[in-house]
């Protein structure tokens, strides 16, 4: 007997006639004589109207009362599904996230696990109960209800799986696991049978939305085998995510798009001990998040420092860089927007040669200009203009995949 759990998004639990069929979904590992513990999301677009709903009445409600809010779609999504099994004579009980207790920190709306008491859990289980958990929520050490940021059920099954040492997660979602590019750009990408832990961080921080970030960093941690997999497609095999991925041996597993970036460039800083650090710490007091970094080695007594960041933080980046011209003391200041981040990922991008060669043949055959270029052991990003973006993703994974 092993113990899987199952997560199910908000458009799989969206209609009484879809938790039909994750019933299914969980009748099915319950056949197989696993015990099932199942998180699941609110149902569809819930938590984005209680947001808009919030919004009629408060601008800047208490963060404590926010989640209060938000953390209610899931509530009516755990006792209706409870209720469904129920009626086809399978046993369930659902649990809040304070009920079981899974107890966070008290950074409303994006609060971290703490521990998970798994007794009420497991006894539920012993009793031969299907477990059914309200994702997304918690319970600080006062009491109060916390959320773990959006997306954040799926951070709730794998540290659901990884506190109860579940044989798997099975993460159920509307597509049928993680390709190698948007089906909005690509229309036929390519399905992965498996993508490492690694790979899966750089994929879902890149615009690649299957997973919630934080939910890959605790599989990885805790060595959880994540299958991603379609609830609507039958016998859907999905997508492993786990330690290595030496199951396919492809050079580059996805190609990924990141919109709405600027490059700042500091021109001419003194090339002098200190001043890069200076620069970075101011940006880091006004909490502006730096991404790409890149700085030149000038032979001379000046250096160029190039970063990035969203194009909702450059007016504030400039204000701050602006205000503080004299401190800074570089020559010029200048920046460029509507820019776009494409990256290829892969674990097979450090030891194959010629990765990024084919990556920037790609773009030069398509007269795409790169402004930036940065790598990592498994990722190659450039930017480009924002309108060539598209036109870059579909020239670089027609480069791999064909
Ligand atoms: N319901 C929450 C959200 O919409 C959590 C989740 O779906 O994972 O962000
Ligand atoms: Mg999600």
Redesign the pocket.
């Known amino acids: 007997m092993g113990l899987i759990v199952q997560k199910f ?2 458009s799989s639990v969206a209609t009484t006639e879809k938790l039909k069929l994750v019933a299914e979904h969980i009748k099915k590992e319950l056949d197989l004589k696993n015990q099932v513990v199942v998180v699941v ?2 149902q569809g677009k ?3 109207r209680l947001i808009a709903e919030e919004k009629e009445i408060a601008k800047n409600p208490s963060p404590r009362e926010h989640d209060v809010l938000v953390s209610t ?2 509530q009516i999504t755990i006792a209706k599904l409870s209720m469904a099994l129920e009626q086809q004579g399978i046993k369930a009980i659902s649990l809040t996230g304070w009920q079981i207790p899974i107890v966070t920190n008290s950074n409303y709306s994006n609060s971290r696990i703490r521990y998970i008491h798994n007794e009420t859990i497991t006894e539920y289980l012993r009793a031969g109960n299907v477990v059914i958990v309200a ?2 929520q918690g319970v600080d050490e006062n009491g109060n209800i916390t959320t773990l940021g ?5 951070t709730t099954a794998v540290a659901l799986s990884a506190s109860l040492g579940a044989d798997r997660c099975d993460i159920y979602t509307d597509v049928d696991g993680v390709f190698s590019a948007d089906p909005r750009i690509i229309p036929e990408p390519r399905k992965m049978d498996a993508v490492s832990y690694d790979e899966m961080l750089e994929l879902s921080s890149m615009g690649a939305k299957v997973l ?1 970030n934080r939910c890959v960093e605790i599989g990885k941690k805790y060595d959880v085998p994540i299958y991603v997999k379609s609830t609507f497609e039958k016998n859907s095999i999905g997508s492993l995510v786990t330690k290595d991925n030496n199951l396919e041996d492809l050079v580059i597993n996805g190609v990924t798009k990141d919109d709405y970036i600027s490059r700042i460039t500091v021109v001419g800083l003194e090339n002098k001990i200190g001043r890069t650090y200076s620069l970075f710490k101011l940006l880091s007091e006004h909490s502006i998040n730096v991404d790409i970094i890149v700085q030149s080695f000038g032979e001379h007594i000046t250096k160029d420092l190039a970063f990035t960041v969203k194009m909702g933080d450059l007016p504030k980046t400039l204000e701050v860089l602006e205000n503080h011209k004299e401190e800074i003391n570089a020559k010029e200041i200048l920046h460029c927007e509507n820019l776009s981040k494409v990256s290829i990922i892969g674990v097979g991008i450090a030891n194959k040669p010629g990765v990024a060669a084919d990556m920037f043949e790609a773009l030069y055959e398509n007269n795409i200009n790169m402004h930036m270029v940065t790598t990592s052991e498994i990722k190659i990003s450039v930017l480009v203009d924002a309108n060539k973006a598209d036109l870059a993703v579909k020239a670089i994974h027609e480069k791999f995949f064909k």
């Open positions: 998004g908000g999301s609110a819930t938590t984005d779609g899931e994702g997304f959006r997306g954040g059920s799926d919630h």
